[in-house]
């Protein structure tokens, strides 16, 4: 068999597509393999490149094969689908990997490890759990509700809420209180568990070096600190602090044409969970400078010029910059005034 160059792997649940391709460009093979031949199939490959599309699962593979001795590089499933010629089948997906990962323009995604994966692991099931708490404390309002009982928004109101069910149950009927109580008691675990989830995030925060640097930035706490250390690749892939901020989605979205240059709003690509923890985290850094008139000069000028919620992306996308230098210096956050 001829020498085996670079190699477009399709991956799947049980059944996987495979495409080799040789220096000259000729197809080497085309075929499934189950998931228990992927490893010995590629052991027995001369060491090539292996291109893989960024999804579930792709890490651990990329992660296995590159033990092997294999050069292995994650593509972003959009990317790659410009090169599928026709049709959507598994070899035509793995031919297309398999073109894409030799362009020299492609954008590739790093491959984490198993501690960042284990961290954002935490991560997202405290996000899910958070949005389950609020589904449930959205219900129990609602419900309150249909029978004349409005309670203030905030930890303050739900406590409110919790004592009318748990201790005034004057005005309820019997099998709303006992659905109520239910909705009650889960709301309790769930704080419990959030909770629980925090403590082991913090816990992680402190002993990353990279994370604690973060986290002096304003605006940046230990949930966001160590979501950016474990989801943020090697800064040096990244030539500036914009194009970190345009990985993540906070730059003008570009659409021009004829000539015409037209800028709509934030692109939204990349991480949405990181983004978000930064757009909540300049909301508040702008709260607290406009109810005690602090500050720099810029965060006064960008509340005088702006709307809240384009100050609070805006000074997100400033914040995402200043991360990208303290990541790529290895350095503490100065404030302007100390700088």
């Not at 460009?25 to 490959?45: A, I, K, T």
């Not at 405290?126 to 249909?146: F, K, P, S």
């Not at 709303?176 to 889960?186: F, N, S």
């Not at 910059?321 to 302007?336: D, G, H, S, T």
Request: proline letters at 4%.
């Amino acid at each position: 068999m001829q020498e085996v160059a670079v190699v477009g792997l399709d991956l799947a649940k049980n059944v996987f597509q495979v495409h080799g391709v040789a220096a000259d460009g000729s197809v080497v093979f085309r075929r499934q393999l189950r998931r228990g031949q992927v490893l010995s199939f590629f052991d027995e490959l001369n060491r090539c490149l292996v291109g893989i599309e960024a999804c579930a699962s792709a890490n651990h593979w990329a992660r296995g094969l590159t033990s092997l001795g294999h050069e292995v590089r994650l593509m972003p499933p959009a990317y790659v689908k410009a090169y599928v010629k026709r049709g959507k089948t598994d070899a035509a997906d793995a031919e297309a990997i398999a073109e894409a990962v030799t362009r020299p323009t492609m954008r590739f995604v790093a491959v984490k490890t198993t501690a960042q994966q284990a961290v954002l692991m935490l991560h997202k099931t405290r996000d899910l759990l958070v949005r389950q708490r609020t589904m449930l404390i959205n219900a129990l309002r609602g419900h309150l509700g249909e029978f004349g009982v409005v309670t203030p928004q905030g930890s303050a109101g739900v406590q409110a809420a919790l004592r009318l069910i748990i201790l005034e149950r004057d005005g309820l009927p019997e099998l709303a209180q006992a659905a109520l109580r239910g909705l009650a008691g889960q709301l309790e675990v769930l704080g419990r568990e959030i909770e629980a989830l925090e403590r082991r995030i913090l816990n992680w925060h402190r002993t990353d070096e990279t994370s604690r640097r973060l986290a002096t930035i304003p605006g940046i706490g230990p949930i966001t600190a160590s979501a950016m250390a474990a989801s943020a690749p090697d800064p040096s892939l990244f030539r500036s602090g914009r194009q970190f901020a345009a990985w993540l989605g906070l730059t003008p979205r570009a659409h021009s044409s004829g000539g015409k240059e037209l800028q709509a709003g934030i692109s939204k690509m990349g991480d949405g969970y990181l983004r978000r923890l930064l757009v909540v985290g300049a909301t508040a850094v702008l709260r607290m400078a406009r109810q005690r008139s602090t500050g720099s000069d810029w965060i006064r000028g960008l509340l005088d010029r702006k709307k809240p919620k384009a100050a609070a992306v805006a000074l997100a996308n400033k914040t995402a910059r200043i991360a990208w230098v303290l990541m790529a210096r290895k350095e503490i956050y100065a404030p302007p005034a100390a700088a």
